[in-house]
């Protein structure tokens, strides 16, 4: 899947807990905010089904 850029905000604690995160996992920010979103996706049992109806019909 291509990767697309995005800019978000952050407060500065979150901005600290993202790098705390990433040498703790030497990982790089988007590899530790991709993993983030994914576990919380399967908290809320997000499923294929829902992903692809999400891109249809928003013509992703």
Same mark, same amino acid.
């Given at each position: 899947?291509? #990767? $697309?850029?995005?800019? +978000?905000?952050?407060?500065?604690? +979150? ?12 990982? !790089?920010? +988007? ?11 399967? $908290?809320? #049992?997000?499923?294929? #089904?829902?992903?692809? !109806?999400? #891109? !249809? $019909? !928003? $013509?992703?």
């Amino acid at each position: 899947m291509a #990767k $697309k850029q995005t800019s +978000v905000r952050m407060t500065d604690e +979150v901005r600290m807990l993202l790098e705390i995160l990433c040498e703790k996992r030497n990982h !790089n920010q +988007v590899e530790v905010i991709e993993a983030g979103i994914r576990s919380e996706a399967r $908290k809320e #049992k997000i499923t294929a #089904k829902e992903i692809q !109806n999400f #891109k !249809n $019909k !928003n $013509k992703i």
